[in-house]
C-alpha cells in the first residue's frame, strides 16, 4: 500500500505537468485536461481511489493547499491597481453574494428537487469563483486591464467569504435541529470574521515587519512565509473552525500592500506551488466522483447550470455595477465569466461526507450536482470567454509587441525597422534628448527608468510580449531582465552581451548568466560594436527569402551582416540569439544591421529598406 501511495503522488503530479503542457499548447485553461484526467484515472478506470490511497489525511491536505492558493493569490491584491473598481468589487462580494447564492438556491430546490436545507447550503457553495480557475481563464481571454482586474479581485477575495457564507449555513442546518438555532448562527458567524480577521492581520503585519527590516536572512523568505501560511491557517481553524481561508486571504493583502516589503521573490515560490496544488486537487478531487450519481441527477443539472449562467450572474452583475465606470460591453463580459473552481469542490465534498454521518441522504447529489456546474461552468467559458472578448472589442491583442530598453541611435534603428514591419515598440529611457529624438521618429517611448515605481504604475505593457535590453548601460539591462522576466517570462528576455578582454575577466566581472537574460544576436555583438556601425551609417535592412536563394546563400552574400530577427510567413517575429539557432527558409523575412559597404547582389529578390 505505502508503494503504491508513493507510486499515485507521483503520477498524479506528472500527469498534473503534462495537463498543463497541453493547456499551454493549444491555449485553453489547464483545468479542463485536469478534470478530465482525474475523471479517466479515477471512475472511468479505477485507477486511483483517493480516499483509499489518502485516508484520514485527504481532506487536510485539500485545506492547507487551498490556503497557498488563497494566499498566493491575495498576496497580489494591491489596493491601488483597483482605482474607481472598488465599489463594484465590494458590490459583487457582499450583496452580489448573496443574490447569486439566492437563485442558485432555488433553481436547485426547484429543478434539481433538494429540500431547502441542502439547496441553500448548495447556493451558497456556489457563490465562490476562485483564483484556481479565474487565473488561469484570463490568461487565456486576456479581457482589458478593468475587466481582469475586476474579475481577479472578486475570484480572490469572494472565496473565503463564499465559504464563510457555507459554514454558516451548514452550522444553521445543524442547530436547526435544536434551540437557540439563530443565537449559535451570530456566534458562529461574528467568531469566525473576529478570528480570522485578526490573525490574518496580525500575522501579515509581523511578517512584514520581519521582511522589511531584514531580520531573516534572503534564503529564509520562501519556507518562512510558507510556514507562516500553514500555522496561521490551522491556528485560526483551531480557534474558530472554517476561519482559516479567512485568515490567509486577509494575511495575504496586508502583507501586499504594506510599504517596501520584498515580495516578488515570494510571488514566484508561492505561484510555483499554486500551479502544483492547482493541478494535484483537481485530479485528485475529480478522481473521487461517482459517474453513476452524476447520471442519477438528470436533466434538472443542466437547468441549474442554465440558471447559474444566464440569470444569477448576469444579474449579480448588474446591479453589482450600477454608477459605475465599467461600460456596457465591459459588464457583459464579467457577466459571461463567472467559472467555479476547487472550494466549491473541496466545500462540497466536506459538507456531504458530515451530513451524510448525520442522516441527510440528499447530501450525496451534492458533490455530482457541484463537479457537473464546475465542470459545465469551465468547458462553456473556457470554449467562449475569448471569442466573446475579441467580438466585444475588449480583449487585449497578442503580446507581439517589445519594449525596448534605452532610446539611444540603435534602439531608434532597431525600434523603427519592427515598427515598419507592424510590430509595437516601446522604447523607454531617461535621457531626454534620446526619448526626444525617439518621438521625432513616430516611436512610442517612456521617459523615465523602465524599472522604476513609476514605470510600474504608469509604463503600458498591454500587447507587449518580450523585452530587449539595447542600453549601452550593462546593469541597467540586467536589472530590467530581472525586473521583466516575471511579467513576460524568462525565454522573452533578452539582453546584449557585455565584452570583455579575457575568459579571467569576464568570470569576475559579468553578470551571471542566469540573471542577464538572454544572449541578443550573438555572443560578440555588443553594444559598443551595434553603435560603431550606426554611426559609420549602417541601416537596418530586410531581406525575404525565396526557394532560389535562401539562408545560406544570403549568409554568402551578406557576410558582414549582422542578422537580428527573422520574420515568417505567419508574420511571427523570431530574435536572433546565442542561445538558439533560427534556420529561416523560403518567404521569410530577415532584418539584419547592414553595413555600408556591404555588397548588394542582384541575386536576391530581396526588398531592401
Known sequence: MNEFALFAIAAVGLLGVLCQWIAWRVKLPAILFLLLAGILIGPVTGWLDPDRVFGDLLFPIVSLAVAVILFEGSLTLRLDEIRGLERVVRNLVSFGLLISGSITALAAHWLVGLDWQLAALFGAMMTVTGPTVIIPMLRTVR?????????????????????????????????????????????????????????????????????????????????????????????ADMLAPESGLLAVTVMGMWLANMKRIPVDAILDFKESLSVFFISGLFIVLAARLDLTQMLRIG????????????????????????????????????????????????????????????????????????????????????????????????????????????????????????????????????????VKAARMDGLSTYYGNPVSEHADRHLDLIGIGRLLGLSPQGDLNVLAAQYYRRELGVRSVYTLPTPTDNEARRQKHTVAAEFRGRPLFGGDISYRKLQSLVSQGAEIRSTTLTASFGYEDWRKTHGNAIPLFAITPKNHLRVFAADTEIRPTADWTLLAMTPPDTEKTAEAPAASA
Request: proline share 5%; charged share 10%.
Open 143 to 235: 479581457p482589458n486591464a478593468a475587466v481582469a482586474k475586476a474579475l481577479r479581485w472578486e475570484g480572490i477575495v469572494i472565496d473565503p467569504l463564499g465559504a464563510l457564507l457555507a459554514v454558516v449555513v451548514y452550522e444553521f442546518i445543524i442547530s436547526s435541529q435544536g434551540t437557540g438555532a439563530v443565537g449559535h448562527l451570530i456566534g458562529t458567524f461574528a467568531m469566525i470574521l473576529s478570528v480570522g480577521g485578526v490573525l490574518g492581520v496580525a500575522a501579515g503585519y509581523c511578517l512584514g515587519l520581519l521582511l522589511r527590516n531584514y531580520l531573516l536572512p534572503e534564503y529564509l523568505h520562501n519556507v518562512t512565509t510558507l510556514s507562516a501560511v500553514f500555522a496561521v491557517f490551522a491556528g
Open 299 to 434: 436533466w434538472g443539472a443542466l437547468g441549474v447550470l442554465v440558471v447559474l449562467q444566464l440569470v444569477s450572474r448576469p444579474l449579480k452583475v448588474w446591479l453589482s455595477t450600477l454608477g459605475s465606470p465599467l461600460n456596457m460591453r465591459e459588464r457583459v463580459l464579467l457577466a459571461w465569466i463567472g467559472p467555479r473552481g476547487i472550494i466549491a469542490a473541496a466545500v462540497s465534498a466536506l459538507f456531504a461526507l458530515r451530513l451524510s454521518e448525520l442522516g441527510y441522504h440528499d447530501a450525496n447529489r451534492l458533490v455530482p450536482l457541484t463537479f457537473l456546474v464546475i465542470i459545465g461552468t469551465v468547458v462553456l467559458q473556457s470554449l467562449t470567454a475569448r471569442p466573446l472578448a475579441s467580438f466585444l472589442g475588449i480583449a487585449e491583442p497578442e503580446p507581439r509587441g517589445l519594449l525596448l530598453v534605452g532610446a539611444n541611435p540603435v534602439a531608434r534603428a532597431v525600434g523603427r525597422a519592427l515598427q515598419k514591419r507592424g510590430f509595437q515598440v516601446i522604447l523607454a529611457d531617461s535621457y531626454w534628448e534620446h
